[in-house]
């Protein structure tokens, strides 16, 4: 880079010289214009030392490098979309830790970290947990969206939202959500019933992001949106939606910090339109909520006992950090259970084998579900759906929700397997590459095969990081499960689904879940008795 610029500082002089005649200038316009040069080379000189990538070791496989840009273009431009794909290509690839430089600009951190292996992860996640943070990169991506919730920000504030979370979720509350999915399974059953008669195909993806808005809706906020009952998403969950498309395409835009600041471009002016839209829904649920606590009247909801547990133990809690609450809760419940129950019927058409087995304990520990009977779906019969719980299990391994989190290096570090992290690098942790690792999980990692989590114990928590792990475990996987669960055994119960694109039209999109490209059409014929 220095022999780089001082060509250019010589270019620069040679041209400035070639205007000046003798007679013309004098010896101090020289040296005005040598200075000017010297100030040039020393910005250039400032600018790359504030971006180049940090030194990788050149043993450490992975992509190809370039100059200054390091693995960037290969990782991520290549493969803009598909990240979670690449990663596990990748990581099947090297069958190791991998990785490479990259600037130190926008979301890079001037590295790069992958690895799939258990005693790493364990370490990252937990042994080693507060070296690896979110950090403001992070939240600078997301902020629009997540703000200073949970999923978004580290230390005092993460703690003080995990510790006042952490009393939610009761056994109270889980057979109270089981009971709001229960009667929204119900209502999705209907509509299915109703395209009997026409006899077409319906996009079941777009039913269970309705349905799961409308579940989170009233169990997280209190608040009946009833979005199942008309044709299109609600404008809450429209925003939300698109908010997400648009932030993660953040990810490898360099400048996308300085284009926030100055509103520059598309993308940006739309992200301010979507987040005064989600703002002034997260305001009029907050309004509600305050209301009712004011009256005394503590409702069985997550926000309401957010407030009443934070006033109760004197730490009053903003509206402005009830408006993240909001949307970390609705990105915890809507967005990750309604990808988990379109992918289980994506593979559930694949393998009628695997249905069979599910209606049988289906009806064997809920009753049977038709026109004249209701079945007995009790929070406790879902507990005992033992089958059923593997089927999600092994969809939520090929299938996690969220495929991706990244992690940043607050300080040096070592990892169990040797490899060198230096302070700052960014660390992918991807569920998806860990799910489908053939060196996690042996030869069939890539086959669909339920019967892996009945045939032995579950597997430790660094195995299976779809519900991540260590201090940042999800507190809402039992309610997450519970929901999969009852979802499912209900509509097979039903129903035969037939997946109208033959298995091979699915395409994915990936915004901070994964989800099925223009859904996911399919044809849900009454099952006979």
């Known amino acids: 880079m220095t022999n780089t610029s001082t060509g250019t500082s010589q270019m620069f002089l040679s041209f400035l010289t070639s205007q000046m005649g003798t007679n013309?200038?004098?010896?101090?316009?020289?040296?005005?214009?040598?200075?000017?040069?010297?100030?040039?080379?020393?910005?250039?000189?400032?600018?790359?030392?504030?971006?180049?990538?940090?030194?990788?070791?050149?043993?450490?496989?992975?992509p190809e490098r370039h100059p200054f840009l390091g693995i960037l273009v290969t990782l991520f431009y290549r493969n803009r979309g598909r990240m979670p794909e690449a990663l596990h290509e990748l990581s099947?690839?090297?069958?190791?830790?991998?990785?490479?430089?990259?600037?130190?600009?926008?979301?890079?951190?001037?590295?790069?970290?992958c690895t799939v292996e258990a005693k790493n992860i364990q370490h990252i996640l937990s042994g080693n947990f507060d070296n690896y943070e979110k950090s403001d990169r992070f939240h600078n991506l997301f902020r629009e969206l997540l703000g200073n919730g949970i999923f978004g920000v580290d230390g005092a504030t993460w703690y003080r939202h995990r510790k006042i979370a952490s009393h939610m979720f009761s056994t109270n509350l889980l057979r109270e959500a089981a009971k709001v999915t229960l009667t929204n399974v119900q209502e999705l059953s209907t509509i299915l019933k109703d395209t009997q008669t026409t006899g077409k195909e319906v996009d079941v993806q777009d039913l269970f992001f309705r349905m799961t808005f409308d579940v989170t809706s009233v169990v997280a906020f209190g608040t009946e949106y009833g979005s199942l009952k008309n044709e299109t998403q609600h404008a809450f969950a429209q925003a939300f939606d698109e908010m997400q498309l648009l932030l993660v395409q953040r990810v490898p835009d360099l400048f996308f910090e300085l284009k926030r600041v100055f509103n520059i471009g598309q993308r940006e002016r739309r992200i301010r339109e979507l987040k005064v839209i989600l703002d002034d829904n997260a305001k009029e649920i907050i309004q509600g909520r305050r209301r009712t606590a004011k009256d005394g009247k503590l409702g069985p909801d997550l926000l309401s006992r957010f407030i009443d547990y934070a006033d109760k133990n004197n730490d009053p809690i903003s509206d402005e950090e009830l408006r993240d609450v909001i949307m970390n809760f609705m990105a915890a419940g809507r967005d990750t259970t309604a990808v988990a129950l379109s992918w289980s019927l994506f593979e559930l058409c694949k393998h009628p084998e695997v249905v069979e087995k599910m209606l049988e304990e289906a009806n064997e520990v809920c009753g049977r579900v038709d026109d004249g009977n209701a079945g007995d779906y009790s929070y406790d019969n879902i507990g005992k759906l033992k089958y059923i719980d593997?089927?999600?299990?092994?969809?939520?391994?090929?299938?996690?929700?969220?495929?991706?989190?990244?992690?940043?290096?607050?300080?040096?570090?070592?990892?169990?397997?040797?490899?060198?992290?230096?302070?700052?690098?960014?660390?992918?942790?991807?569920?998806?590459?860990?799910?489908?690792?053939?060196?996690?999980?042996?030869?069939?990692?890539?086959?669909?095969?339920?019967?892996?989590?009945?045939n032995q114990k579950e597997p430790t928590a660094f195995k299976y990081i779809t519900f991540n792990a260590g201090k940042r475990l999800c507190l809402g996987k039992p309610m997450a499960l519970n929901t999969l669960k009852l979802t499912l055994a209900y509509l097979i119960q039903r129903f035969e689904f037939e997946d109208i694109q033959g298995h091979d039209g699915v395409h994915e999109t990936f915004t901070m879940?994964?989800?099925?490209?223009?859904?996911?059409?399919?044809?849900?014929?009454?099952?006979?008795?």
């Open 24 to 62: 013309e200038y004098s010896t101090a316009s020289l040296l005005t214009a040598t200075t000017i040069a010297a100030v040039f080379v020393h910005a250039l000189l400032r600018i790359y030392n504030r971006f180049k990538p940090y030194a990788v070791d050149k043993s450490l496989p992975g």
């Open 92 to 113: 099947e690839k090297y069958q190791c830790t991998w990785g490479g430089p990259l600037p130190r600009i926008g979301a890079m951190g001037g590295s790069y970290f």
């Open 390 to 454: 593997a089927v999600v299990m092994e969809v939520l391994r090929l299938y996690p929700s969220v495929p991706v989190t990244v992690k940043y290096a607050v300080n040096d570090d070592v990892l169990p397997d040797g490899t060198f992290i230096p302070k700052g690098a960014m660390v992918p942790l991807s569920p998806r590459a860990v799910g489908r690792s053939h060196q996690v999980w042996g030869s069939d990692a890539s086959e669909f095969k339920p019967t892996r989590f009945l």
């Open 513 to 529: 879940i994964r989800k099925m490209k223009g859904g996911f059409p399919t044809k849900a014929t009454l099952r006979q008795s």
